[in-house]
Each structure stands twice: as structure tokens, then as C-alpha cells.
């Protein structure tokens, strides 16, 4: 006996299936684009390229440098990633689970900065930083980055050890803990599946940015490898498949990432949809 499908089902299905699909077109686009020479490309851009051509991943990747913009990239997104996990953390654990005046109004204030736009403070971040003069240097990368994202950082943490009952933290300092012994022998382990999540998401969000890093990093020794790939659109214009090589480069460290570690960037979603 068959068993019935039910209607419900492919209300579903459809929907997501075309929005699988309109997410993964552009990628297959870009990889078959790259594997085509300029003369195909202009004939029949949707064809199927006669041959995988990986001379044109080779000049973008040695004509602009891209193995440099990769280890800039690699080397402030860590950095930045360390330090919104540890002061996403802390901050996390203080308005979740310490009782002190004002630890509401601070998380409102966090929630409220999450709505605020880059574009509406550039202007002035910037004339920090150059009077600061962290202008074209990773330090001041870093920094934008931490002060860019942290208060999404602290809300997904403050979010997720609100599910923690507070008698774990009292018991621990009736055993004598401080709170800087709290944190980091009972918060910081019972809070890594939300560090690993929200360490990923962090992680994409500072290797995905073009703005922050075209706005502080002006030369081009220290272009990181978003800003060094939008640099090959003006120097190949009319050749767009190393253009879309060097688009390729970009995307694979992210594809890597969400393909091994899917389970936890949805666990990260969702870590700020838990009731506290």
C-alpha cells in the first residue's frame, strides 16, 4: 500500500526547492563562466564551456596578488574572531546570569545598535580612526570589525545563557568561585556549541565585507581578498572570466564552511530565537 503524500508537503517542497535553486545558479553561473575563454563567453555566456580552463584561475590569482589578499584576509578575520568570542562571551554571561542596575538597558542598547546601518556611521568612524591613526592598518581593521559585529555576538550569547539555570552559577559561587572563576570554568564550557555557531556566522560576516575594509585599508598591499577581488572587475572588465575565477577563489573558503558546518550556523540562527 502506498503511502500519500500530503498536499502540505509539496506547498513546501515547491518553494524551497526554487529557492535552493536560485541560490545555487549563481555559483554553478560563476564556475562555468570562469572555465570559458573571453571569445566564448561573448558568444554564449549561458552555454556550457568546452573545457575546464584553470589558466584563468591562475591569472587572478597571480595577477593581483590574491595570495597575499588571502593571508590579510585570513589574518584579521581570526583575529577579529577571537576577540568578539571573548568579549561577546563575557558580556553575554554579565547581562544573562550577574544581577547589577542598568543590565537591561545595556542589552536593549545592543539590540538597538544591531538595526543601525554601517553606512550611517563611516563617516564618522572614520575620522576616529584616522585621528587615531589606525588608518590602513590591520589593528584598526580589527577593531572596525569587533565594533561592527559585537553586539550581534552579544546577543546571540546573552540569548543562549539565558537558557542556563542561574542555580549552576550560585552554586558555583557558594563553592567559593569568583566571578571571573565562574566564567571561565563553568560559562565558557557549558557555552561552546554557541561559540563554535556564532564564531562561524562571525567569521563570514568579516570575510564576506567589502565596505569596512575598502573604507580603512586604502593601499594596496593591505586590501583583503573581497576588496582585492572587486579590484580585478576594473583591471579585467572586458574579461569576465577571469573576473568570475577570481569571484570563484573568493567563494571557496565560504563554500567549505557551510558545507562541514552547516549544523552549527543553524544552531547559531537559531541560538537567538531561544527564550531567555
Known amino acids: ?14 518553494p524551497m526547492s526554487l529557492l535552493a535553486l536560485a541560490t545555487i545558479y549563481p555559483l554553478v553561473f560563476t564556475a562555468n563562466v570562469a572555465m570559458k575563454t573571453r571569445r566564448e563567453y561573448i558568444l554564449d555566456r549561458f552555454s556550457l ?34 576577540l568578539l568570542l571573548l568579549f561577546g562571551s563575557m558580556a553575554g554571561f554579565a547581562l544573562s546570569q550577574l544581577r547589577f542596575r542598568g543590565s537591561s538597558a545595556l542589552f536593549l542598547g545592543c539590540l538597538a545598535a544591531l538595526f543601525v546601518p554601517f553606512q550611517v556611521i563611516m563617516v564618522p568612524l572614520n575620522r576616529i580612526m584616522a585621528d587615531a591613526g589606525l588608518v590602513d592598518t590591520y589593528p584598526g581593521l580589527v577593531l572596525a570589525y569587533v565594533a561592527q559585529f559585537l553586539p550581534f555576538t552579544i546577543f546571540l550569547m546573552t540569548s543562549y545563557y539565558r537558557t542556563i539555570p542561574t542555580e549552576i552559577v550560585d552554586a558555583a559561587r557558594i563553592d567559593g568561585n569568583s566571578v571571573y572563576g565562574v566564567y571561565r570554568r ?89 527564550k531567555g
Open 1 to 14: 500500500m502506498t503511502s500519500r503524500v500530503r498536499p502540505g508537503r509539496w506547498l513546501l517542497a515547491v
Open 49 to 82: 564551456a568546452d573545457a575546464l580552463r584553470w589558466e584563468n584561475v591562475a591569472t587572478a590569482w597571480n595577477s593581483v596578488g590574491m595570495a597575499r589578499y588571502l593571508a590579510n584576509s585570513v589574518g584579521t578575520v581570526t583575529a577579529a574572531v577571537v
Open 186 to 274: 563553568i560559562m565558557l564550557p557549558l557555552g561552546a556549541p554557541a561559540l563554535l555557531s556564532v564564531g562561524i556566522l562571525d567569521a563570514l560576516f568579516c570575510w564576506n565585507d567589502v565596505l569596512i575594509a575598502l573604507l580603512l585599508m586604502p593601499s594596496t598591499e593591505h586590501r583583503t581578498l573581497m576588496v582585492g577581488v572587486t579590484s580585478l572587475r576594473g583591471q579585467y572588465s572586458a574579461d569576465i572570466p577571469t573576473f568570475a575565477s577570481g569571484v570563484l577563489i573568493a567563494a571557496i573558503p565560504v563554500l567549505v564552511i557551510y558545507l562541514f558546518l552547516q549544523r552549527q550556523i543553524a544552531d547559531g540562527v537559531a541560538a537567538g530565537s531561544t
